[in-house]
């Protein structure tokens, strides 16, 4: 009996050491910190400037920056204007205002963040601060 007992566990460890040592040596996490690992790795979605972006710069931003006002003029302060993506990137009369990947140094994000921005009306509550912020950060994608 205690032959057909060891013999079992012989055969567990001639299986189970060759896929551990595989495991090992690809990088694969083992044990405990495997589940944690998958558990608690961030997921990264990207900020939609169509869906997200836009619309806010729609309804704050481009009375001033592209907008028309009542007589039907475009108003574009400091030569800026937020109405489509490729006029944003294109920048102001100074230069670009959002740097791809920067969010720190875009002109656009200090306004923003600062509270500089919009001008004539409330600064932009904190989720919609976060949505510039890692739109930005992502690499600010015509998305």
């Not at 040592?21 to 169509?50: E, H």
């Not at 028309?68 to 108003?75: A, I, P």
């Not at 600064?123 to 890692?134: A, G, I, R, S, V």
């Amino acid at each position: 009996m205690l032959s057909v007992i060891w013999t079992r566990f012989e055969t567990m460890i001639a299986i189970a050491m060759p896929i551990g040592l595989v495991l090992s040596v690809s990088g694969a996490p083992q044990g405990p910190v495997a589940s944690n690992v998958l558990r608690n790795a961030p997921v990264t979605i990207a900020v939609s400037f169509s869906e997200e972006i836009k619309p806010i710069l729609d309804a704050k931003c481009t009375q001033c920056h592209g907008g028309e006002d009542e007589n039907g003029v475009v108003v574009k302060e400091m030569e800026l204007d937020l109405t489509t993506y490729e006029t944003l990137m294109a920048g102001s009369e100074y230069g670009s205002v959002v740097e791809p990947g920067d969010a720190d140094g875009s002109v656009l994000w200090q306004m923003l963040e600062f509270g500089d921005m919009p001008q004539d009306g409330d600064p932009l509550p904190e989720d919609e601060l976060e949505l510039f912020k890692t739109w930005i950060a992502e690499g600010a994608e015509n998305n």
